[in-house]
């Protein structure tokens, strides 16, 4: 037996539909968005983990850990970094970069452990 997964009727709370809505404009989605795309390359993803599990990380260092060329680490921490993710910092020949702030390690951490729980509801 097929299951159909749409709704039969237009609109079931008229109410609840407007006020999400009415929240949704007053929230900048489309900036939130744009934090887990830059988030969604699997390169970047590993730069992140890598800049939670230590404060700070040369590129050089971050392209050895991602096993990648220094020039290809430099391009994804600059999408990082244009996102608001990464902060970086100069110091002679050496770039250091690192977290923004702690709620990007909370959302990686987050995302860690709900991917790991969802590992357990797939049989």
């Known amino acids: 037996m097929i299951t159909k997964d749409t709704c039969d009727i237009y609109c079931h709370n008229e109410e609840k539909v407007n006020r999400v809505q009415s929240k949704m404009k007053n929230n900048d989605l489309e900036g939130m968005a744009k934090i887990f795309k830059a988030l969604s390359d699997q390169n970047r993803a590993k730069i992140t983990y890598a800049l939670c599990e230590e404060d700070d990380l040369c590129v050089c260092d971050i392209a050895n850990i991602i096993e990648t060329s220094v020039a290809t680490a430099s391009h994804h ?22 977290l923004d702030d702690d709620h990007i390690r909370q959302l990686v951490s987050i995302a860690l452990i709900h991917h790991q729980e969802g590992e357990n509801h797939v049989s």
Do not use: D, P
């Open 77 to 98: 921490l600059r999408t990082l970094y244009k996102q608001g993710i990464v902060n970086y910092r100069k110091e002679g020949k050496l770039a250091f970069y690192s």
